[in-house]
């Protein structure tokens, strides 16, 4: 069987080293059962956050060989043996130690966004009706699983930490989703102008890149609401039509 | 071994523990870009050989004033001013190019590219602050949706002069008839790929249907939506691929005016 070096992250916010652990790789297997092979036979106390070794629970975000991933489905077939595989943290969130990060900043973050708030309802038993054309487009971003890969590969929080200027691309997901539904009546558009900071995403699409979900942060979450900002505050053209028309129209 | 940093981000240019090739494509983008921008100001500054008959470069189309006989209004016009050189493209690119410029995707992709804004995922900066599209002149993105507009009508003016090039004249008889030229086919494929590029812009996605919560109930606007989604999913594909033709549109109408291409004719 082949080997595989890896060298892993140890230590925590104030002091670490690479640590280096050699290891046979079976079939199938991912990086993730590697990091627990190491903590079952060589380091008992790795911290490694896991759940569900399936892709969906968004526990086990780390960064091989520098490129945000989940472990678990990172294959190691994919990877070439021939140099050590770097594992470390992600490295924009505060270090906790070894692999686990402190990723509470985006719990807090989703505090501030504005809730659901349905249209008053269709029917007389208090319920609503909803075309599947018109839920389909926000369907996708309820695949989020809140890996906050996208979060940590985004250089405005990863290299110029504006967490408190710019909430990054999981929650312009999360706000995609509330203002395109069909039923929500909510503005939020100037809260992703002033305060959530849509202005300082320069459209890399690394968020896209990375997202495990396969979700078009980009193209479908982002790039519609900037232009819904633009609609508010920098279309004259748009602003003189939207007099004409009613939010419940839209 | 790798580095170890914990601290605050290291702004040093490429800085990143990537082990794979991360710097190919922000390479490539900033080649093709760089070519692409250094052809067309030699091409635009020519103001001759960008005609062949009844074929007219992109780049010069459509001609507001000229000395072709493609032009719209006539000669120079005597308002232009003498110590500025003369030429019809002069009128007409900064549309287009402006439009590319504000593109979503050309965005994206310079900032990488050309200003390292990051050089690529996961791999530092050089520089420390960030105003992203925040402040002057990048808050000017903001208008791409008017150059959006201005892009659409290029497309008709550009399949006018496929049609245009489907009719030959014959140089003895004077009469005028049907046909199909290499020419014919190359000025198509322009058109075909530019409107690939245009309508499936970000700005019309949204202008069409993207900006409403509710599509159902309207067909045409749902349709609408659904077409420029469609083109939109390969939105760089398109913006490469009418990049590179309409660089070789200019070319090959330039190339027969010279007369160094014979342009052959099919039927």
Not at chain 1, 41 to 55: E, I, Q
Not at chain 2, 248 to 258: H, N, P
């Amino acid at each position: 069987m082949p080997t595989a070096t890896f060298e892993i992250l140890r230590g925590d916010a104030n002091e670490g080293k690479f640590e280096t652990y050699t290891l046979e790789i079976s079939e199938g297997m991912v990086v993730l059962d590697a990091i627990l092979l190491i903590q079952a036979k060589y380091a008992n106390d790795l911290a490694v956050r896991w759940n569900c070794k399936a892709g969906h629970c968004g526990s086990c975000s780390a960064e091989v060989n520098g490129v945000p991933k989940l472990m678990c489905m990172c294959r190691m077939s994919d990877i070439k043996l021939d140099k050590p595989i770097l594992v470390q943290p992600m490295k924009a969130f505060p270090l906790i130690k070894d692999l686990v990060t402190d990723v509470s900043w985006n719990f807090e973050v989703k505090k501030k966004i504005k809730k659901f708030k349905p249209r008053p309802p269709d029917a007389a038993d208090g319920t609503w009706r909803m075309a599947q054309e018109d839920i389909d487009r926000v369907q996708e971003f309820r695949k989020c699983i809140e890996c906050f890969l996208c979060q940590d590969v985004c250089h405005v929080i990863r290299e110029h930490q504006l967490q408190d200027k710019f909430i990054g691309p999981r929650y312009f997901v999360h706000i995609a989703g509330l203002e395109m539904h069909p039923l929500d009546v909510e503005d939020r558009r100037e809260d992703l102008k002033k305060t959530d900071g849509i202005g300082f995403c320069n459209i890399t699409k690394c968020c896209t890149n990375v997202c495990p979900q396969e979700i078009t942060i980009t193209d479908n979450a982002i790039i519609p609401l900037k232009e819904r900002v633009a609609d508010k505050f920098y279309d004259p053209v748009k602003r003189l039509f939207a007099k004409f028309r009613s939010k419940k129209e839209q | 071994m790798a580095e170890v940093n914990l601290g605050k981000p290291i702004h040093r240019f490429g800085y990143t523990s990537r082990k794979d090739a991360w710097w190919v494509k922000p390479l490539f983008t900033f080649i093709g870009l760089s070519a692409f921008v250094v052809y067309v100001t030699w091409a635009a500054f020519q103001g001759k050989h960008y005609y062949s008959g009844h074929y007219i470069s992109p780049l010069y189309s459509p001609e507001l004033f000229g000395d072709s006989p493609h032009s719209w209004f006539g000669l120079k016009p005597s308002w232009w001013p003498t110590w500025m050189p003369w030429s019809p493209a002069l009128l007409i690119l900064w549309a287009p190019g402006l439009f590319r410029l504000t593109c979503y995707y050309y965005r994206g992709a310079y900032y990488k590219a050309f200003w390292a804004d990051p050089p690529s995922c996961a791999v530092s900066e050089p520089r420390k602050t960030y105003r992203g599209e925040n402040s002057f002149p990048l808050i000017m993105q903001n208008i791409h949706r008017y150059f959006m507009y201005i892009a659409v009508l290029f497309i008709v003016f550009l399949s006018i002069d496929v049609w245009n090039a489907l009719w030959f004249t014959n140089e003895v008889t004077g009469k005028t008839s049907f046909g199909l030229g290499v020419g014919t086919l190359v000025l198509a494929v322009n058109v075909v790929l530019l409107g690939g590029y245009t309508l499936g812009c970000h700005s019309l996605r949204h202008a069409v249907g993207g900006f409403m919560d509710r599509l159902s109930g309207k067909p045409v606007r749902y349709k609408m939506y659904k077409c420029v989604t469609c083109l939109n999913k390969k939105h760089m594909l398109w913006a490469w691929m009418s990049l590179f033709w309409v660089g070789f549109t200019d070319i090959y109408v330039r190339m027969c005016s010279i007369g160094n291409w014979h342009d052959l004719r099919i039927f």
